[in-house]
C-alpha cells in the first residue's frame, strides 16, 4: 500500500506561480513499483481532469491546456512528485489530485493510488 499526500496549495494572483508537492509513503515494494505518477485537477460542476504525469524514468506529458506553463519532476530519493505551476490564470483554479500508479506483477492488476487533494485558487 502507498498513501500519497499532497501539499503547496493556496491563493495566488493570476500571472503568479505555485508549486505543489506529492510524497509518497507505506510499502517501499509497493513504492519501487510505481511506474507512473500524475497531477490531475477538478473544479466545481466540472469533471476531474488530467493535468501531468512523468513515468519512473522521467518521460512526462502534459494536457495542452498547461504545456508551456506547468512543469511535473520527480525526486526519487524524497519519493516526491512535484508540479511547478507557472503564469496561473483564474481558470486553473481546482483541486489538484496526485495520483500514482503500481504495477503489480501478473496475474494481479495493477493498483491506483489516490491523494486527498489540495486546493488552488487563482485570483483574477
Known amino acids: 500500500q502507498v498513501q500519497l499526500v499532497e501539499s503547496g496549495g493556496g491563493l495566488v494572483q493570476a500571472g503568479g506561480s505555485l508549486r505543489l508537492s506529492c510524497a509518497a509513503s507505506g510499502s517501499i515494494q509497493s513504492i519501487l513499483r510505481i511506474n507512473v505518477q500524475a497531477w490531475y485537477r477538478q473544479a466545481p460542476g466540472k469533471q476531474r481532469e488530467l493535468v501531468a504525469t512523468i513515468t519512473s524514468v522521467g518521460s512526462t506529458n502534459y494536457a495542452d491546456s498547461v504545456k508551456g506553463r506547468f512543469t511535473v519532476s520527480r525526486d526519487n530519493a524524497k519519493k516526491t512528485v512535484y508540479l511547478q505551476m507557472n503564469s496561473l490564470k483564474p481558470e486553473d483554479t481546482a483541486v489538484y489530485y496526485c495520483?500514482?500508479?503500481?504495477?503489480?506483477?501478473?496475474?494481479?492488476?495493477?493498483?491506483?493510488?489516490w491523494g486527498q487533494g489540495t486546493q488552488v485558487t487563482v485570483s483574477s
Open positions: 495520483s500514482a500508479n503500481e504495477k503489480t506483477p501478473l496475474p494481479l492488476p495493477s493498483r491506483d493510488y
